[in-house]
């Protein structure tokens, strides 16, 4: 894996069912290497639904493959949210490749039965 001077990767997780921010959701994220999965960071969302700082930025931003895992249940239950059991969105896992020397954004609009992501900006 070569290192991407100057990228970043950042998230955001906004809760659809309420209109707001998902504030304190864990997430972890993971570096993917052939079968090899790698625990990078695991935190938690502020009042806004993002993290106080980058997933990955500096030397730790490298190119390569990438799993961001939303802790969505623990979340839901959380706000007092009703959940089956075992509930349809409990992890959310997100992956996503990294191929330049660039800001990656991965949002996160969740709600118990649904969720979406795209890259953003």
Same mark, same amino acid.
């Not at 959701?25 to 502020?46: I, M, Q």
């Given at each position: 894996?070569?290192?991407?001077? $100057? $990228?970043?990767?950042?998230?955001?997780?906004?809760?659809?069912?309420?209109? =707001?921010?998902? @504030?304190?959701?864990?997430?972890?994220?993971?570096?993917?290497?052939?079968?090899? =999965?790698?625990?990078?960071?695991?935190?938690?969302?502020?009042?806004?639904?993002?993290? @106080?700082?980058?997933l990955l930025e500096g030397d730790d931003f490298r190119i390569g493959h990438y799993e961001i895992v939303f802790r969505a249940g623990d979340y839901l239950r959380s706000r007092g949210t009703s959940l089956a059991e075992p509930p349809f969105l409990d992890e959310v896992p997100i992956r996503f490749g990294i191929a330049e020397h660039r800001h990656y954004h991965v949002p996160l609009l969740l709600s118990p039965y649904g969720y979406s992501t795209y890259r953003g900006s």
């Open positions: 894996m070569s290192t991407a001077q $100057g $990228g970043r990767l950042t998230t955001h997780v906004l809760d659809t069912a309420t209109g =707001r921010p998902a @504030d304190g959701l864990a997430l972890s994220l993971y570096r993917l290497e052939g079968d090899t =999965r790698t625990l990078l960071k695991t935190v938690n969302t502020n009042l806004d639904g993002r993290c @106080d700082a980058p």
